[in-house]
């Protein structure tokens, strides 16, 4: 009676044993699908907060070609963004060499580069996520806001 027992028992350990490495291997596979859909998300929602700008940015270079020769100096388009993507934080740039606004997010690290199509010159700078203010001293600057 005693070999019974210890059959019962040995087939609990074999059973809670085989479950608990199925649910590791499930658990894995999945967390590596969650982080590459985190690392679309951002993208995704870099790319949304990137437009936007862009958008802005050419909407104020818009008042100033449209001005000609007369001068313009006080030309300023304010812009809500969120201060945070897909729960990470975020940075962005403007590199007029390409004419791009360059958005980097923190963790997950994507880099998202928009176009931007601009007769004004643009100015070098970055800035933190959040309110930013697109203003026009020569060259177009986006600033935080």
Known sequence: MNSRAV??????????????ILISG???AAGGFVAAEHERVTETELEVVGQRLAANIEAADRVVA?????????VET???LPNRVAGTTYRISVDNSSN????????????????VETETELKNGSVDAGDVAVTYDGKLEVTNG
Do not use: A, H, K, Y
Not at 7 to 20: C, E, K
Not at 69 to 74: H, K
Not at 101 to 108: E, H, I
């Open 26 to 28: 499930i658990m894995v």
């Open 100 to 115: 791009q606004l360059v958005l980097q997010s923190v963790d997950p690290e994507v880099t998202v580069r928009i176009p």
């Open 66 to 74: 449209s001005s000609g020769d007369e001068t313009v100096s006080n």
């Open 7 to 20: 059959s019962t028992t040995l087939g609990f350990v074999l059973t809670l044993s085989i479950t608990t």
């Open 78 to 80: 304010r812009l809500e």
